[in-house]
T-cell receptor
């Protein structure tokens, strides 16, 4: 199957920006997603980007897409302790059904 | 805000017993999905329904897992018999037909097989 790779951990200080990176392999991807999962909870869709876009901004969140390199990133501005969670990159492939990476654990220090 | 409902929230069962999970998607969502998420990994798709029909169950271990969505609304995922390796979070998601932006997950059922 198609792969989605992301680093497993990221630690930042409160108030700093966080950048979570992801690479994917499916060149037919239409939707690319970022989900957030808090401990013991389901997945919350944070944002998504269409493959014909290279940037999307939504309040503190900025998604950058480099389709040529199949690289996706999520930037969280002014990171807060409440942002501590696991962040999943997901690739919609040729449809829209997400295939997930293993998730990046974001730890925000006061 | 509309939610995908799942029950039970937690389930502990003994090896070789049967276990079932229930999901009620967002009203009007034609497509329903069951995922399994093993600790430390991302969710993996087990089965996809379009209304009451199975669209994709290629990743469902059919010797012990079954899923149904009889009236095209709520759905049940069953495991019989449960094995230790089935311990995981089972997540249900639903979406409007052919749209990714409405893809919504429930809170999941945490299964522990002992």
């Amino acid at each position: 199957g198609e792969d989605v790779e992301q680093s497993l951990f990221l630690s930042v200080r409160e108030g700093d920006s966080s950048v979570i990176n992801c690479t994917y392999t499916d060149s037919s991807s239409t939707y690319l997603y970022w989900y957030k999962q808090e401990p013991g909870a389901g997945l919350q869709l944070l944002t998504y980007i269409f493959s014909n876009m290279d940037m999307k901004q939504d309040q503190r969140l900025t998604v950058l897409l480099n389709k040529k390199d199949k690289h996706l990133s999520l930037r969280i501005a002014d990171t807060q302790t409440g942002d501590s969670a696991i962040y999943f990159c997901a690739d919609g492939g040729g449809s829209y059904i997400p295939t997930f990476g293993r998730g990046t654990s974001l730890i925000v220090h006061p | 805000e509309a939610e995908v409902a799942q029950s039970p929230r937690y389930k502990i069962t003994e090896k070789s017993q049967a276990v079932a999970f229930w999901c009620d998607p967002i009203s009007g969502h034609a497509t329903l999905y069951w995922y399994r998420q093993i600790l430390g990994q991302g969710p993996e798709l087990l089965v996809q329904f379009q209304d009451e029909s199975v669209v994709d169950d290629s990743q469902l271990p059919k010797d012990r897992f079954s899923a149904e969505r009889l009236k095209g609304v709520d759905s049940t995922l069953k495991i019989q018999p449960a094995e230790l390796g089935d311990s995981a979070m089972y997540l249900c998601a639903s979406s409007p037909q052919d749209r990714g932006d409405g893809y919504t997950f429930g809170s999941g059922t945490r299964l522990t097989v002992v």
